[in-house]
């Protein structure tokens, strides 16, 4: 049925996960607890979810990580009312063995995180596949083509070999949440860890689910029975690897009978397509016209054996289409040469390996392989119609605490000719890599500030700053920062605590303290670390954050061990949203005409997005539509040209701004 005459229809329910977005014709997430037959029009992360609960998940946990975030947040909105456990943890390693712990007691569970957690969490993840589970147990990764919101792109399918654990991996939200249910099933059966993999263009894609029964009940509460298997001392370990590939054995026998796989189709021709590809494959056959048989794969490791050679029986050539990695085609490859099966196969010599899927790039490689005319080219003129696209530098939003403190530490080191290093990391202060601040030098990978700083301080003379939010602190730079400490590396850690995890958004930090959790302060456990110079600034009192830094840098120079400094104020985002629940909303600041000099502080220097320069002019000028009323930048005007709305009592706003 059509997609849009479907959506019309007043049994197909419309959920999303709340957002400042506000849509006002759709039901949340929360409403569908209610809801058992019936059509509904899901995110991936959504249908996801709502898949764990169908298969009856009694605990979920994850670390927050675009693509993966709405996962738990689905659950954590319907949490009370199941009964289930849900929590965020503290970092992806933590979060895996609360809910392993579960699945060895007989609970069902679920993990969740971006590809890039799955290293941190890759210690436990091994280590499950050789003691197994009582009960099923799902890893979500949720990998990320084309690195939209990461820093690589890499393959998870491969931790499935690497560890011995079977993968599934879906081609949209419908089949995501039917999938799930199966795979929570499979790993029960089994008694074994399964991977289900999705990728951003699923995770975040909208389609039409079919909903089914709700337990009326689930196991929230285990018993751990006392095995030897679980305590993985060499010689235990030994025994359980005779026992990982018997259950191997039967994992292979297992997905010959996945009802996800099938072929579809005829012809002398064979496209296998593992899940998303799936999806761009079928559309690609038919806009090209081409005869040929699809086997789509949701087991994409192992793949089934038998059913590969039953569909290659009697086929010319096999094209193997996937996104990243050669997965499906170095197993197709290996089986086809097992059985001295001898046919022409494509696969990322055709279709090349970097970036995720699409219909354009399918098309041109399957109309070259079969010399068929490519229905979608264009002329060049089609192309581009004379139009271009305004580039949108990203710039921190309006208000950030960010950009005060950015601006006030790149003064610093201009005015001081500070030969220095700025080691990154990951969030939204991220940003600052960008132009006019360049505080960014580095940025490898969650908590790798501090890290990469012990290293750059014991090589270089320079002075080193790491950057690190207070959610990414907690998460991986706790013990740099305990190294730096106890190894003498000296280098300037500023912690930007906004107290919110904003990049992935906006879920808690263990600094936010929501829901009734006391907030571990951050300080306190700097000071535990042993760390001796400890600073806590506001960003927006810019002479404070200007001495803090100073002091630290001749801190760190004299005394050769690591200072801190922890900036903190929330996330803007979450303030604003705070002050218009009080109907409460801010007068934009302005300019005063006749003092500006158009000296540029304010627009080039500071880049707040709501402040430019005059048509004609260097003056500069701010945009009410744009100005949230924060007023950080009155101080950063050298000639007090900047002025807060008149009537605004600084003191007021300043608590307002908090």
């Not at 995110?43 to 990580?65: C, D, H, Q």
């Not at 609360?98 to 890039?116: D, E, P």
């Not at 997905?255 to 064979?270: A, I, K, S, Y």
Request: hydrophobic share 40%.
């Amino acid at each position: 049925m059509d997609l849009l005459k479907l959506l019309k229809k007043d049994e197909v329910y419309k959920a999303v996960v709340p957002s400042f977005l506000g849509y006002r014709y759709m039901y949340r997430f929360k409403d569908l607890i209610r809801i058992e037959k019936g059509k509904a029009f899901l995110l991936g992360n959504e249908a996801i979810a709502r898949g764990a609960i169908e298969g009856g998940i009694g605990v979920a946990s994850a670390y927050p990580g675009t693509p993966s975030s709405e996962i738990i947040e689905a659950l954590m909105t319907v949490s009370k009312d199941l009964g289930i456990y849900v929590e965020w943890s503290i970092n992806e390693k933590v979060a895996f063995e609360v809910a392993y712990a579960a699945a060895i007691t007989g609970v069902r569970s679920l993990v969740a995180m971006k590809h890039v957690g799955l290293n941190v969490a890759a210690d436990p993840l091994m280590s499950s596949a050789y003691t197994g589970v009582n009960e099923g147990f799902v890893i979500v990764s949720a990998d990320d083509p084309s690195m939209w919101s990461s820093q690589n792109e890499q393959d998870n399918r491969f931790y499935g070999m690497h560890a011995y654990i079977p993968v599934f991996e879906p081609y949209g939200p419908g089949e995501a949440k039917e999938l799930v249910k199966y795979s929570l099933e499979f790993s029960s059966r089994i008694k074994h860890p399964v991977i289900f993999r999705s990728t951003t263009r699923i995770s975040h894609t909208r389609g039409v689910v079919d909903l089914g029964p709700i337990p009326k009940s689930v196991k929230v509460k285990g018993g751990f029975g006392k095995e030897l298997r679980f305590a993985l001392v060499p010689a235990v370990s030994r025994k359980n690897k005779l026992a990982l590939l018997e259950r191997w054995r039967k994992i292979s026998e297992e997905v010959e009978h996945c009802p996800f796989n099938f072929l579809e189709g005829d012809g002398r021709h064979l496209i296998i397509a593992p899940g998303v590809a799936y999806s761009h494959v079928r559309e690609a056959v038919r806009l090209l016209g081409v005869k040929a048989r699809i086997l789509k794969l949701s087991s994409v490791y192992p793949v089934p054996e038998a059913m590969l050679l039953k569909a290659v029986g009697d086929v010319d050539d096999i094209v193997i289409i996937e996104e990243l990695d050669p997965i499906t085609e170095l197993q197709v490859r290996s089986i086809l040469h097992k059985k001295n099966i001898t046919i022409r196969v494509a696969g990322k010599d055709l279709v090349g390996y970097p970036y995720e899927l699409n219909i354009e790039r399918i098309v041109e490689a399957l109309s070259k392989f079969y010399n068929v005319p490519n229905p979608l080219l264009q002329t060049k003129a089609g192309d581009t119609a004379g139009i271009k696209v305004p580039a949108r530098p990203p710039t921190f939003c309006p208000g950030c605490p960010y950009r005060p403190l950015f601006f006030e530490i790149r003064r610093y080191i201009n005015r001081e000719k500070l030969p220095y290093i700025a080691s990154g990391d990951i969030g939204c202060y991220a940003l600052s890599l960008n132009e006019p601040y360049k505080l960014q030098d580095l940025i490898i990978e969650m908590g790798g500030s501090i890290g990469l700083a012990n290293g750059l301080s014991k090589v270089t003379d320079d002075v080193i700053f790491s950057f690190i939010g207070d959610s990414t602190f907690f998460h991986a730079g706790m013990p740099a920062l305990a190294n730096a400490v106890y190894n003498r590396s000296p280098q300037v850690v500023v912690i930007l605590d906004n107290q919110i995890v904003a990049m992935t958004g906006h879920q808690p930090s263990p600094s936010t303290g929501m829901e009734g959790k006391k907030a571990i302060v951050i300080e306190d456990v700097v000071k535990g670390l042993g760390v001796e110079f400890i600073r806590v600034v506001d960003p927006f009192e810019i002479d404070d954050v200007r001495r803090s830094i100073s002091e630290a840098v001749k801190y760190v120079r004299e005394k050769k061990m690591p200072a801190v400094i922890i900036a903190r104020r929330r996330c803007a985002l979450v303030i604003l949203r705070d002050l218009r629940r009080r109907g409460i909303m801010l007068e934009p600041c302005y300019i005063d005409q006749e003092k500006c000099i158009g000296c540029g502080t304010c627009y080039n220097w500071f880049a707040c997005p709501a402040i430019s320069k005059v048509d004609g002019s260097n003056k500069a000028v701010i945009d009410p539509s744009l100005c949230v009323g924060c007023g950080s930048c009155v101080s950063i005007c050298p000639v007090n040209a900047i002025k807060l709305p008149k009537g605004t009592e600084p003191h007021k706003l300043k608590e307002l701004w908090r």
